[in-house]
């Protein structure tokens, strides 16, 4: 008998998503530890061994056991000033931790892969020093059999941007959990994403941004697309805390939902402290528009192309978040990839 | 080109064309004007094949085949096009790619070539011209943020690309002012040919001061109540519907 309690609904923070369904315990306990290949690395990036004292943000509950159980990690740095780009891949699954430093000044652009297709648990810890720049693409690829847990706690330090975009094709269970601090003044941190959800999958995005100091700003942009028997979740949760003034945070999350046995669950929560802030969120879930539908029709549009059109459209803006042109273009062959398959 | 007889439909159960016969040749442009209610957006909607209108007697035949047999897309690859009374807005579709995508689509259908981004642009930029479309508005996402001229404009855009064998225009004429108006009539007018068929569906005679009509066809309550030449707008400006539909009766 294995000894771990996996997340399950009935803890708040999980209340979409249950682990228990999708892995036994003893899987969990006895996972290798995760094997990464630094795909590419330009610029001034470095790759080391992980360090004895690992800064620490915070994070939850399958992160302790990743910390835990794996043996090693990656961990690539960028020092003072310097720019770099790299591409790190997740070759095999189990357990795994990475550290990303980007120090003062310095800039990163990071594209994050994975070849993984059981189980992975992997905790990231990042750290953006004063006016650091971290621009973080990720994608997960659809795979029908993976259960993948994942936990990103990003420490922003003044004037330090965070842009990230998590782009996940769909697996039996995938949880990813942001744990967002912006810890000085002027610190930026933009989140986006995009799920599209075939039968059987389910997937979870859950956010905690904390405005820990004023004059800070996040925003965030995820859109879910599920169709037939699957399960989308987005749970956000912005915290601005006492005597933060000055913070601004906007919060987009939409679902289309493609058929009666697809469920998407969207839960915004704000949590403000401070007197003198901004502070937007929107939520909505919906079908495909039979009007744009006909409207495509009518001028010749095939329905499984006028489909797929209006697939694209509803992911557009969430997509339009990525900066880099090369990166963004090749996330959109995947994106448009994904939907013929979805409408096909 | 169309041939409708005794055309029943039915929009969530309830009867609101009920017999309407009409027939249109090549190189006519006919004219159904109506009051609110009478059935003028279903007739449109139902040549066109939108969801709900359910054709309960009667028939569609079109160039001699069974239009009702059609999803809509297959409607426009054979040559009918709906210029809708209003168009659909669809963010995160570009103009553009919307109009590229459609026209090859429609190509497809006829087993013609498609054409490359560069030749869509350029035809596209040939006829937007006389219709003042600029390229900023091509740019911009489909019908969003568009006025209401600006909305009618693409749709007779569309109409000059696509150049289908039957064009229905479904209130074309409403929201517009008369510069717009004059703009899109000079639109219509320029695509009429011996190989093209016309319905101009509108409630106003003003319109057809514009694009004058070979027939008029007054519709009342789902039917045809009246038909004649394009002298029969006029008398209905003057006469009113009401007394029109009395006289008829």
Known sequence: MSALVLPNRRIENWKYTDLRNAIDPAAIESAPTAAWNVASISGAGEQNDLPEIMPRGKHGAMAEYATSLAKSGVFLRVARGQKASAHLQLTQGGHGRALIVVEEGASLMLRQTSLAEGFANIVFDIVLGQDAALSHVKEAPMAANAVRVADYSVRIAPGGAYAAHFADFGAKLSRTELHIALEGEGAEAHLSGVGILGEGRHADVTTRIAHAVGNTQSTQLFKIIAGGKSRGVYQGKISVAEGANGSDSRQTAKGLLLGERAEIDLKPELEILADDVKCAHGAAVGDLDPESLFYLRSRGVAEPEARALLMRAFLEDAVAEIADEAVRTELWSRVEAALAELSA | MLEIRDLHVAVGGKEILKGLSLSTAAGEVHAIMGPNGSGKSTLSYVLAGREGYEITGGSIRYRGEDLAAKAPE????????????????????????????????????????????????????????????????????????????????????????????????????????????????????????????????????????????????????????????????????????????????
């Open chain 2, 74 to 249: 297959e409607r426009a690859g054979v040559g009918l096009f709906l210029a809708m009374q209003y168009p659909v807005e669809i963010p995160g579709v570009t103009t553009m790619n919307f109009l590229k995508t459609a026209l090859n689509a429609q190509r497809r259908a006829r087993g013609e070539k498609e054409i490359d981004a560069l030749g869509v642009l350029r035809l596209v930029r040939e006829k937007a011209k006389a219709l003042h479309i600029s390229e900023e508005m091509l740019k911009r996402a489909l019908n969003v943020g568009f006025s209401g001229g600006e909305k009618k404009r693409l749709e007779i855009l569309q109409l000059a690309l696509f150049e289908p064998a039957l064009a229905i225009l479904d209130e074309t004429d409403s929201g517009l002012d008369i510069d717009a108006l004059k703009v899109v009539a000079d639109g219509v007018n320029a695509l009429r040919a011996p190989d093209r068929a016309m319905l101009v569906i509108t409630h106003y005679q003003r319109l057809l001061n514009y694009i004058v009509p070979d027939r008029v066809h007054v519709l009342s309550a789902g039917r045809i109540i009246k038909e004649g030449g394009k002298e029969l707008a006029h008398e209905l400006e003057a006469k009113g519907y009401a007394q029109i539909v009395k006289d008829a009766a």
